[in-house]
T-cell receptor, first 115, second 113 residues
Framework: SAVISQKPSRDICQRGTSLTIQCQVD?????MFWYRQQPGQSLTLIAT?????????ESGFVIDKFPISRPNLTFSTLTVSNMSPEDSSIYLC????????????FGEGSRLTVL | AQSVAQPEDQVNVAEGNPLTVKCTYS??????LFWYVQYPNRGLQFLLK??????LVKGSYGFEAEFNKSQTSFHLKKPSALVSDSALYFC???????????FGRGTSLIVHP
């Protein structure tokens, strides 16, 4: 299975600032996703990162707040813009190899704390 | 539409005893079912999946899960729990037409020495 590297692994940020999380996969993947995991809660899908085009956002998430790039099949970034304490969460990058019977594989997550 | 229910927030079991973590699902088509484990401060790791075939599937670290179509369940099991199995476990379901799974809320497994 592919290995996903995320950075930063954790950060403490000030209210009103923005932070970009990077996700690098060691092999080409068809699908890449960004999830949010708030404390004590399950995973919520933010968006599907599409190569070379705009990401597909889930209900409740918008591009202005969470801009996503995916310039190629192995790399994606998620920016959390104009952060507030409510954005404190773990952000997870995940990928799928392409078969719709396949499992997802995940990065280690980026734990953001907004003060 | 697809959904997953993990009815237990926490499961406690003594080391050496069998463990079960429950999961029920709802999908409109054929279900693709998955279990993932999350250790503290880590991402999710894939444990096992059911796509088709035998109802009992075996996965990593000695875990297995049984697909029960009539009860729409996919419970995770292990014959003998280890303290190192203590973690957060997520069940996920996808119908055959979607690449995107729906995750349950997670069950915290605590194995006591």
């Amino acid at each position: 299975s592919a290995v996903i590297s995320q950075k930063p692994s954790r950060d403490i940020c000030q209210r009103g600032t923005s932070l970009t999380i990077q996700c690098q996969v060691d092999s080409q993947v068809t699908m890449m996703f960004w999830y949010r995991q708030q404390p004590g809660q399950s995973l919520t899908l933010i968006a599907t990162a599409n190569q070379g085009s705009e990401a597909t956002y889930e209900s409740g998430f918008v591009i202005d707040k969470f801009p996503i790039s995916r310039p190629n099949l192995t790399f994606s970034t998620l920016t959390v813009s104009n952060m507030s304490p409510e954005d404190s969460s773990i952000y997870l990058c995940s990928g799928a190899a392409g078969s719709n019977t396949g499992e997802l594989f995940f990065g280690e997550g980026s734990r953001l704390t907004v003060l | 539409a697809q959904s997953v229910a993990q009815p237990e927030d926490q499961v406690n079991v003594a080391e050496g005893n069998p463990l079960t973590v429950k999961c029920t699902y709802s999908v409109s088509g054929n279900p693709y079912l998955f279990w993932y484990v999350q250790y503290p401060n880590r991402g999710l790791q894939f444990l096992l999946k059911y796509i088709t075939g035998d109802n009992l599937v075996k996965g990593s670290y000695g875990f297995e899960a049984e697909f029960n179509k009539s009860q729409t369940s996919f419970h995770l099991k292990k014959p003998s729990a280890l303290v190192s199995d203590s973690a957060l476990y997520f069940c996920a379901v996808r119908d055959g037409g979607s690449y995107i799974p729906t995750f349950g809320r997670g069950t915290s497994l605590i194995v006591h020495p």
